[in-house]
Every structure is written in structure tokens, then in C-alpha cells.
């Protein structure tokens, strides 16, 4: 499969989000869209579907819950907001509210990371452990803003809970050519073919991970990079496969170390006997991360191009 | 005022709820919460057999009113109403309940027990949920109300209301809370730690449309729902039910003792002749 990268171009997957809600929301007259008072990107949904829009001020517990009785008569409610809102203050009631239930709520969440420039409270570093520890949840993480309308509009037929886990949303780098590629919840994609080493890596981070492989590649290292954009269920598949092949595996990741891609797929190479040669995770260590932008922190922490780029040679040594 | 006959017949079913309660209490190894299930038998009745649109043969029909019980650890009373209604087999109930495998817990689960039309237990957040079926309903025009049942106690929960905010808001005339004030929660009284006065008023300030009534009179408890203000009101209603935890049972009322518990045999029995002695009582200063 030849990739097409786009690395000059960006556009803000919050206004992705905006469009596709709009368009949704005139093919099907089911879709909701709801927000704790972070709706600047549904406007056009919120002028023609006024009945279909709810906005219940700072509360996203009870947005949650509303959700889920919109669920339970048929509707497909799409929750936008901040992470760290949508997935902890409403922690229980996605679980029991919704994943109980296993009803069809679409989570779409932006400031993945180290991303929202917010400092600890606005930070989402938790968030992928949280949400794919719940029974139904399904979870996703994406960099490329096309892919956003793609993934909405393929959950219209995805009868479970599902999370979208953004980064900031304001500025998304485009990857992949749109609707070139067809996105599917369980699977991963090769975004750049390689034998040495794979980082397989999630969201904005595998722009990153793209650099740190065209760095090495000047230097006759050889790398693939997986955008394992489906985390919850995860392509075992395709990561067993890089094990196997290439040997050496970093995943790469702007969530905490523990609990994210990287404790997924250590559970998925033990669970089946694959054992890579060398495993390393690069992401947020145990820290309450301070201010600052998303780069510079990923620099501050050392899971940034650079940092990868050495962690494979020093790998490969 | 409430056709007597009516009145007559619905305190009948909550006399025979009642002994349905202690019977199943009595022979379950294990606790019920006992308390709170005594203290909204009545309104139950009133709701399952009076104030809802309902049809146990059609469980599914998209006109039938709505139920959530927000209290979710008052399932066996729910369970109970609505096998007096026909929904499900009582004795099939005292059989399972809370048994392996079985759809009859201690918490409701949807899925499990169709009928069911949502799995509560976490105290607080039925509220929200109703709101989200009340929004469905207005929005598609559909006629039918949603009645959210709670407890007094667990409207500390802030959840409770950040919905009842939004359904004050929303104006969701569909919508329809009763709280089961019994002024208990697990382990202390109203007043003794938590505060819950002045409880219609903080109702009032969120916009809702207040009744409160004795939630232990059957020809209050008729007459509020049959007086119930149209879907297209511009405030939700809340019936603000006053009751007494354990009614019925003279150990048992307010008696902090009795949030949940088993029986024993004499108390069974001690339980039962109290409730025959209540209703005794009921019949003969019935006008």
C-alpha cells in the first residue's frame, strides 16, 4: 500500500468534526449532537437542527446520562468536548449509563495528550487507559483530520459505544490523501513500509514517527511506521507481524507510558508468544506535565522525532 | 377528587405488594433493602396500575409511558409492582432473585429483564437519563410522559442536578420526577447530617412545577397523576412524595436499622400481621 503524505498542508479536525455533524445531521434524522458548553464547531448543525442540539452548560456527567436516554430510543448522540471532562468527570456514567448498556454514543474528544496547552487539569493522559478499560467501549485515536469524517460517518453503523480521541483539533496535520484509504474499527495502517524497526505509533504522533523514520532512513536505517489508530480492539495482526518481522518495536504515544497503545500491545506480544527483540515505549512518564505547547513538552519528556529517532539507534545497536 | 372505588382498588394491590415484599424478604437468603422498597410501594402502585400508559403485552409499543427507577436498589419493588400488572411471574421472582443467572436483582438491568427501560443502581443518575428520553420524545412529537422515580437521599448526588437544571431549562413538560422523601438515607436522617430542606424550593428555583403530596395516601397520590399538567408544559413536574421508610411495619419504620436486611421467621411473621393490621385499619376509616 503506497501512503500519500501531505506534510504541508493542516486543518483543524474540530471543524472536520463541525462539518461531518452538520452532515450527518441532514442525512439522518437521528443524530444528536451534544455539548458541555464547547460547541463552536457545530454552529451550521445548531442552526437547521435546533432539536437536535443540546447544550447542558459545564456538565458533563449529566451529558453523559442524557446521552445515553437519546440512545435508548434509537437516536446516535454524538458527544464533542474537552478529554479530560468527557472521560473522567463523566467516568462512571459513560460506564454505567452507556457502556452498561452498551448503547451507540459517540465520544469525539479533543486535546489528546499534552496537547491543550492547559497545564494537568486540561492535559489527557489518562484518557485511552480509562476508556478502553470500560466493557463495549470502542477506541480510536486520530491525527489525520480527514479521517475524522470518515470514522463518523463509518460509526452510523457501529452499534457499540465509541470514543475518537483527537489532538488539539485546532491545527491537524494531513497524512493521507482523502477517501483514499478505507478506515476500519480493529484495524491498523502502514503508513511508511520499513525492516529494521517499527514504531507503531497513535494520533498526532505518527507524524513524528514518519520524521524520526525519514531521519534514520539518510542514515541507511530502514523503518516502518503502523498509525494504530484503532487502539480498542487493536490490529494484533499487524503488530505481530512488525514484531516478527523487523524485531525491534517502539510505540510511541502522547498518553502516559502506562495503560496506553504501548500496555496494549505488550499484553497482545505476551498474550500471543510474539516476542519482539527489543520493546520500548516512548510517551508521558508519571509527571503532572506544566505548560507549555504540545511540541515542546513532547521534546521536554522525549517522545518527540528526535528522541525516536535515537531510541531505534540506540536499539539497533 | 379520586373515584373511591379506584382508590379502594389500588390500596388492595399495595397491601398485597406489601405482603409480596416480606414474603420474598422473608425466603431470600440474603438482604433487601427492605426500607426503601416499603416507603414507595404506594406510589409504585399508583404508577404501574393508575397514572402510566402501559402494556405488559407490548413492552416495546413506542406510545407507553417511560419508566426509570433512578433508586435502582429498589428493583424488587419494581419487579413486584409490575407482576401485579402482568409483566413477570412473581413467583418466578422469589424463586431466582438474586440467584445466578437469574434477570431478577438487586439492581435493574435492561438487558437481562426486558421491561426493564433502563439499568439503574448508581444512585443519581436516572435523572439525566430520563431527560435524554424526554428530549427524544418532545422532539419527535411523541405524546407519552417520563417518570423518573428517586430517592431523597440520593439527590446529593450533583448529577441529579445538573439534569434537573437542564430539564428546567429544556422545558421538558414530558418530563415527570417523584421522589420517594422519606427523609432516610442509609445511615442517618434527614437533618442529621445533610440538610435537604428547604427540598421543594430548590425544585422550585430550577424551574420545575412542584407538587407535594402524602406518598403513603392513595387518593393523593391518584389525584396528583391524574392532574399531571400536558407534555407540552413549560416545566417539568416533580412529585415531591412525603413517606415513611418501612411503612407499614412497625419495626421497621424509621428505623435506621431497616435500610436493608433479612428476615427472620418471627419477624416475617410479626411483618405480616402488621401489614394486615395497617390495612385493617385503612379499610375501616375509609369514607
Redo the contacts between chains.
Keep these: 500500500m503506497k501512503v500519500t503524505f501531505n506534510f504541508g498542508s493542516f486543518l483543524s479536525a474540530r471543524s472536520v468534526m463541525g462539518d461531518t455533524m452538520y452532515e450527518l445531521g441532514q442525512k439522518h434524522n437521528n443524530v444528536w449532537a451534544l455539548t458541555a458548553d464547547t460547541g463552536g464547531a457545530l454552529k451550521e448543525f445548531k442552526n437547521d437542527f435546533p432539536d437536535r442540539y443540546i447544550d447542558v452548560g459545564v456538565a458533563e456527567q449529566n451529558l453523559a446520562g442524557i446521552a445515553a436516554g437519546l440512545a435508548l430510543e434509537g437516536n446516535i448522540p454524538f458527544i464533542s468536548g474537552m478529554i479530560p471532562f468527557m472521560t473522567m468527570r463523566a467516568c462512571e456514567q459513560n460506564r454505567t449509563a452507556i457502556c452498561y448498556q452498551d448503547l451507540p454514543v459517540r465520544f469525539i474528544g479533543t486535546g489528546g495528550g499534552l496537547t491543550s496547552g492547559g497545564g494537568s487539569t486540561h492535559n489527557a493522559m489518562e484518557d485511552i487507559s480509562i476508556m478502553k478499560s470500560m466493557v463495549n467501549m470502542t477506541v480510536l485515536s486520530i491525527g489525520d483530520p480527514n479521517m475524522v469524517r470518515d470514522i463518523m460517518i463509518l460509526s452510523m453503523t457501529y452499534p457499540h459505544p465509541l470514543y475518537l480521541r483527537l489532538a488539539q483539533g485546532k491545527k491537524d496535520r494531513m497524512l493521507y490523501e482523502p477517501g483514499k484509504y478505507e478506515y476500519k474499527i480493529g484495524m491498523g495502517l502502514t503508513a511508511r513500509k520499513g525492516k529494521d524497526a517499527t514504531i507503531i505509533a497513535h494520533g498526532e504522533m505518527v507524524f513524528e514517527a514518519l520524521e524520526a523514520a525519514n531521519t534514520l532512513a539518510a542514515e541507511g536505517i530502514d523503518v516502518r511506521v503502523i498509525d494504530m489508530y484503532s487502539i480498542k480492539p487493536v490490529d494484533k495482526d499487524l503488530a505481530c507481524k512488525a514484531a516478527r518481522e523487523t524485531g525491534n518495536i517502539v510505540v510511541l504515544e502522547d498518553h502516559l507510558m502506562e495503560g496506553g497503545l504501548a500496555s496494549t500491545l505488550a499484553d497482545v506480544f505476551v498474550d500471543a508468544g510474539v516476542y519482539p527483540k527489543k520493546f520500548k515505549r516512548l510517551g508521558i512518564p508519571q509527571v503532572y506535565a506544566g505548560f507549555g505547547s504540545g511540541e515542546e513538552q513532547r521534546i521536554k519528556y522525549g517522545y518527540d522525532k528526535t528522541a525516536t529517532a535515537a531510541a531505534i539507534k540506540k536499539m539497533l545497536k | 377528587m379520586a373515584d373511591p372505588k379506584e382508590v379502594r382498588r389500588l390500596q388492595k394491590l399495595a397491601y398485597e405488594m406489601r405482603k409480596k415484599l416480606i414474603n420474598l424478604c422473608g425466603n431470600y437468603d440474603g438482604i433487601v433493602h427492605i426500607g426503601g422498597d416499603l416507603s414507595m410501594t404506594d406510589l409504585l402502585i399508583g404508577l404501574y396500575h393508575h397514572g402510566m400508559k402501559v402494556d405488559p403485552k407490548d413492552i416495546k409499543s413506542p406510545t407507553r409511558d417511560r419508566f426509570l427507577l433512578s433508586k435502582g436498589h429498589g428493583a424488587v419493588c419494581m419487579y413486584i409492582a409490575m407482576s401485579l400488572r402482568g409483566y413477570f411471574d412473581y413467583d418466578e421472582i422469589v424463586r431466582t432473585y438474586g440467584q445466578l443467572d437469574s434477570a431478577y436483582g438487586m439492581h435493574p438491568c ?2 437481562q429483564l426486558p421491561g426493564v ?3 439503574t ?2 444512585l443519581g ?1 436516572g ?13 419527535k412529537k411523541e405524546t407519552h410522559r417520563v417518570f423518573c422515580m428517586m430517592g431523597d437521599g440520593e439527590t446529593c448526588e ?2 441529579v442536578w ?2 434537573a ?2 430539564a428546567g431549562s ?1 422545558k421538558l413538560g414530558n418530563l415527570i420526577g417523584i421522589v420517594d422523601r422519606n427523609k432516610q438515607m442509609m445511615t442517618s436522617f434527614d437533618g442529621e447530617y445533610m440538610n435537604l430542606e428547604p427540598y421543594a424550593d430548590k425544585w422550585r428555583a430550577f424551574n420545575w412545577n412542584v407538587v407535594e403530596l402524602d406518598g403513603h395516601d392513595m387518593g393523593q397520590i391518584v389525584n396528583a397523576l391524574d392532574k399531571l399538567p400536558p407534555v407540552t408544559n413549560k416545566k417539568p413536574t416533580v412529585l415531591i412524595a412525603s413517606t415513611v421508610k418501612g411503612k407499614g411495619v412497625s419495626f421497621m419504620e424509621k428505623n435506621i436499622g431497616w435500610h436493608a436486611g433479612a428476615l427472620s421467621n418471627e419477624d416475617m411473621q410479626k411483618a405480616m400481621a402488621d401489614i394486615e393490621a395497617g390495612f385493617a385499619k385503612e379499610r375501616s376509616t375509609a369514607k
Excluded: D, P, R
Design positions: 435492561k438487558i427501560e433502563c439499568s443502581g448508581s443518575q435523572l439525566a437519563v430520563a431527560a435524554g428520553l424526554a428530549f427524544s420524545a418532545k422532539q450533583g448529577e445538573e439534569a437544571n437542564t429544556y
